[in-house]
């Protein structure tokens, strides 16, 4: 589980701009922010980014989804997956889906869920920001976007590739 999709170091390598720091390693496994290094070589960090800004707890999830997503499902895990940006080989990638009932552990849930959100979108944002930002705002802010914009505006390297 990385900490950024590997389509958005691809676009930054079309874009021609560089990586935030903790994003991409080299070869080496060194902090990368040139995306064709990360992409030809290196790899992506896993999420939280290296060990100093608690990458360990990304490793960690990651380890979680590899038993949800390979293990139980009876597909391929750990090394036994086809190498990173590879076509050789079945892929034989699993799914995971838990569907999860909350009204059955306490009732309130949408309620109480609806405040904590609320609580987190009051916080003071941090100097230079406009405001805090809970799961799905920034998808509701790109598709309002899309719709001001009247449609999807691509960078013209991205155009030029798909050329």
């Not at 691809?10 to 021609?16: G, S, V, W």
């Not at 944002?125 to 691509?154: F, H, N, S, T």
Request: glycine residues 14%; hydrophobic residues 35%.
């Amino acid at each position: 589980m990385a900490g950024v999709q590997i389509v958005v170091v691809r676009i930054a390598k079309r874009k021609d701009v560089k990586l935030p720091n903790g994003w991409g390693t080299n070869s080496s496994g060194e902090n990368c922010t040139d995306p064709r290094e990360v992409l030809k070589s290196g790899g992506l960090y896993p999420l939280g980014g290296p060990e100093e800004t608690s990458g360990y707890k990304g490793s960690g999830l990651a380890m979680m989804v590899e038993i949800l997503c390979g293990i139980l499902s009876g597909s391929h895990y750990g090394s036994n997956v086809r190498t990173w940006q590879s076509n050789e080989g079945y892929a034989n990638l699993g799914q995971c889906f838990i569907a999860v009932n909350p009204e059955m552990f306490a009732p309130g849930f949408q309620a109480r869920l609806a405040d904590l959100m609320k609580g987190y979108r009051e916080l003071k944002p941090a100097d230079g920001q406009e405001a805090i930002l809970v799961a799905g705002d920034p998808e509701r802010l790109a598709m309002k976007k899309v719709e001001e914009d009247g449609g999807i505006l691509y960078h013209p390297n991205f155009i030029t590739y798909l050329l």
